[in-house]
């Protein structure tokens, strides 16, 4: 199975902001496992270092995005990435276009995000982290 793992996913695997988090947690560990083929899109990694500025030192970010990084594939992302962003009509937030997007272009089963609502109904499922869980048994 081949996910696209989205920002908050990540965010909450290290953060366990609330109860959801561990499924998130769960996710992540199945990627490392190798049960499943997670990917994540390139600019997920610059946001996330972004959003964590307030909680790690840029040295514990940076470690953090590595660790990812070896656990993760990078989406690779260029014009026709964006290309086909820009001519989704579905999805009205740009950066989550670019998601759907990267998620197309490596065939994925599922984006797992705790904003299904924001990936409109395409081919490729949004899901969340305890609907994967499930779906996986």
């Known amino acids: 199975m081949v996910i696209l793992i989205d920002t908050n996913i990540m965010i909450d695997s290290i953060t366990i902001r609330d109860e959801e988090s561990h499924f998130s947690a769960d996710v992540i560990t199945l990627c490392a496992e190798g049960k499943v083929s997670g990917?994540?899109?390139?600019?997920?990694?610059?946001?996330?270092?972004?959003?964590?500025?307030?909680?790690?030192?840029?040295?514990?970010?940076?470690?953090?995005?590595e660790r990812f990084t070896r656990l993760l594939t990078i989406v690779i992302t260029d014009?026709?990435?964006?290309?086909?962003?820009?001519?989704?009509d579905?999805?009205?937030?740009?950066?989550?276009?670019?998601?759907?997007?990267?998620?197309?272009?490596?065939?994925?089963d599922y984006i797992v995000t705790r904003n299904i609502q924001d990936f409109g109904n395409g081919p490729v499922k949004a899901v969340t982290p305890e609907e994967l869980l499930e779906l996986l048994g």
């Open 39 to 65: 990917f994540v899109a390139p600019h997920s990694l610059s946001n996330m270092y972004y959003i964590l500025r307030k909680q790690y030192s840029d040295r514990e970010r940076r470690k953090i995005i």
């Open 90 to 108: 579905d999805i009205t937030d740009f950066e989550d276009a670019i998601q759907y997007a990267c998620a197309e272009s490596i065939d994925a």
């Open 79 to 88: 014009s026709n990435i964006i290309d086909a962003a820009l001519a989704n």
